[in-house]
């Protein structure tokens, strides 16, 4: 992947995408923050789930920062791994749970 196409989030970045929209920003921050606090899960866990989310959404900014943020979270690499695992299974179960619709589809073509 070229930086072209993904680029870097630098200091600039941060700090135009908040004088565009303060309120937002500041909300998303929060959101955010409240969202990977310890509470019924535990952060290692709410990061574990982050990485697999990261990689069905496919955001590479995302697998970068919830990847290190897991790590520093006490998640062994296998874990990591594992949780990207099962982002894929459940990435391929949905496309065989949508596969219903083509059956049906076939079937109307046939009658």
């Not at 921050?29 to 982050?50: N, Y």
């Not at 894929?88 to 109307?108: C, N, P």
């Amino acid at each position: 992947m070229s930086d072209l196409h993904f680029p870097k989030a630098t200091r600039a970045h941060v700090e135009r995408r908040h004088a565009l929209a303060p309120v937002a920003e500041d909300a998303f921050r929060a959101f955010s923050k409240a969202v990977f606090a310890e509470g019924a899960l535990d952060a290692r866990t709410k990061q574990l789930i982050a990485v697999a989310v990261a990689h069905v959404t496919q955001c590479p900014w995302c697998i970068e920062g919830h990847v290190k943020a897991a790590r520093r979270e006490g998640a062994s690499d296998e874990a990591i791994m594992e949780a990207i695992w099962v982002a894929a299974e459940m990435r391929a179960g949905a496309a065989v749970a949508h596969s219903l619709k083509a059956l049906d589809l076939m079937d109307d073509a046939e009658g």
